[in-house]
Structures are given as structure tokens and as C-alpha cells.
């Protein structure tokens, strides 16, 4: 939820600055359904139904690194600040796709 909060801020803060309201609105809708999608299968009755909404979750967050990307390569979003956040978007599909591993129980066990 942290970097779905940071780049509201940040449109909050430069909203004069950002010209691409389209790129910016999905930006926002994938960052906001990473952990909305999480939360939603938290709550399921079921492993198979949690995993779901992790696999739903790690594909948003693989659509926020890209347009992550797309934003930064256009100038939209400075490199500093846009190359933090592809890092963090990285990071929450690398955590979604693991937790989902060890919900379904396909994760590697350490000896």
C-alpha cells in the first residue's frame, strides 16, 4: 500500500505538472489494485480463491512496472523518484508470486 500511497501524493503535489491524465490514472488504478487484490483474498474462504487474488495482484504489479517505465522513458515521472518505484513495483510481484507459492503450497522448502 506504501508506493499506492506515495504516487498519489506525488500526483497530489505536481498535479500541474503531469500533462498524460491517462497514463497517470492507470498508473494509480494498478497501484491501488495490488494490495486491494491482496486484502480481497485475505478474506476468502479458501486457499485456491486467496491464491487467485495473489495471481491477480502480481499482475497488476507487473502492469505498474511497466507503465512505471512507460512514465519514466516519457519524462513524466523524474528518473529518481520513478526508478525507486519500478524497484518497489518489482519488488511487490516478486512478493505476491512467493506468498502465492506458499499458499498453494508450490514453494521450495529450505533444509
Known amino acids: 500500500m506504501t508506493l499506492a500511497a506515495k504516487l498519489y501524493r506525488l500526483r497530489r503535489e505536481h498535479r500541474h505538472a503531469w500533462r498524460d491524465g491517462a497514463l497517470w490514472d492507470q498508473l494509480l488504478r494498478a497501484a491501488a ?20 487474488f495473489l495471481s491477480i ?4 504489479a507487473a502492469e505498474l512496472h511497466t507503465l512505471l517505465l512507460l512514465a519514466v522513458s516519457g519524462g513524466v515521472i523524474g528518473e ?9 513495483a518489482t519488488s511487490l510481484q516478486r512478493m505476491c508470486t512467493a506468498l502465492r507459492a506458499r499458499v498453494t503450497g508450490n514453494h521450495a522448502r529450505r533444509t
Open 33 to 52: 489494485s495490488v494490495p486491494a487484490n491482496i486484502a480481497e483474498g485475505a478474506s476468502r474462504s479458501s486457499p485456491r480463491e486467496y491464491a487467485h
Open 57 to 60: 495482484a502480481a499482475g497488476s
Open 80 to 88: 529518481e523518484v520513478g526508478n525507486g518505484a519500478v524497484a518497489e
